[in-house]
């Protein structure tokens, strides 16, 4: 396969998480944001800090508010990471390597983009958030369930594969890691009510509510939900899962484990999933995060070395 061609498939796949994602994300700072009272600016700095771009947002901005945050993350051509940026960017990939992916597929890019033409049309009102962000992820999903659906199991689907798991794994970290910027503070609030709301919230933004109530039943604190989205190899969206399935499709490309990307997702899963949630804490919940973050970044990058994305 071209590298040009492996990189439209990992591109295409990783925006297409990442519109849903951000999505997920825009709901959970509303989530938060209804348990606080006071200033809704330093919420939603919190959110734009943990989507990495509260920099370029107040580089365009003059004032930050709830409005211009989730407007920002929504539709603004200007940010890379909004939504109608990323089902843009994934359509224009999707587009690159036609001739590789099924015909149901792409009329599911294609159908995902039109609706987000219509919704993004205009700013989109409060009243009509909830909506607009079930369409989106709605999208989103039909386009994932035709690629299991119709795509063969080969280099093209794990690269697909490959994309897809890379974002995951850097939006349940950072979804995670909300909870250390909106916290911050006021620490004294950790164990309250309110901090297990937040926690509620931080479930419900990876679709992990059901899961997590299966195993933990009505219990369940902090410790139990850290180790559920991050150390548990059942639910598809933990940090474990999602470096497992990297390292599976990384091995069905290549055999050889001396690949510089493949003893690096070995040396991942060594270094931060080789523990219990209490050496996460004791760590320190944000510095994991953050350091796990720099880690599937480093993989991205030696993954595109790796297979020539750029030849």
Not at 20 to 36: C, D, F, H, K, Y
Not at 98 to 120: K, L, S
Not at 125 to 145: C, F, K, N, W, Y
Not at 149 to 167: P, V
Request: hydrophobic fraction near 40%; include cysteine.
């Amino acid at each position: 396969m071209l590298g040009k061609t492996a990189n439209g498939l990992f591109w295409m796949s990783r925006y297409l998480e990442r519109a849903e994602n951000t999505a997920r994300l825009i709901e959970t700072g509303q989530r938060i944001a209804l348990t606080r009272l006071g200033d809704d600016a330093r919420e939603w700095a919190s959110i734009l800090q943990t989507a990495g771009s509260y920099p370029a947002f107040m580089a365009s901005h003059d004032t930050l508010s709830k409005e211009t945050a989730i407007n920002w993350m929504l539709r603004d051509r200007d940010n890379s990471a909004s939504i109608r940026s990323a089902i843009d960017a994934a359509r224009q990939n999707a587009r690159l390597v036609r001739t590789a992916i099924t015909g149901e597929v792409w009329e599911a890019i294609n159908a995902t983009y039109m609706t987000a033409n219509e919704i993004f049309a205009r700013k989109v009102s409060e009243r009509d958030l909830p909506g607009v962000l079930q369409r989106i992820r709605q999208g989103t999903a039909l386009v994932r369930g035709m690629i299991l659906g119709t795509m063969m199991r080969n280099e093209i689907y794990d690269f697909l594969r490959i994309g897809t798991f890379l974002e995951r794994a850097d939006y349940t970290a950072r979804i995670v890691d909300v909870k250390y910027y909106v916290l911050l503070p006021s620490i004294s609030a950790v164990g309250s009510t309110l901090d297990n709301v937040h926690w509620e919230s931080i479930l419900r933004a990876v679709s992990a509510r059901g899961g997590f109530r299966m195993q933990y039943g009505a219990g369940g604190g902090p410790g139990e939900i850290v180790d559920f989205l991050v150390l548990d190899r059942r639910m598809p969206r933990s940090l474990a899962f999602c470096v497992g399935k990297i390292e599976d499709n990384l091995r069905y490309l290549d055999s050889d484990a001396r690949t510089p990307s493949r003893r690096m997702v070995s040396a991942l899963k060594a270094q931060y999933f080789s523990h219990d949630v209490a050496g996460i804490f004791d760590y320190g919940l944000h510095e994991f995060i953050q350091d796990l973050l720099d880690g599937l970044g480093g993989l991205a990058a030696q993954i595109e070395r790796d297979f020539r994305f750029y030849e």
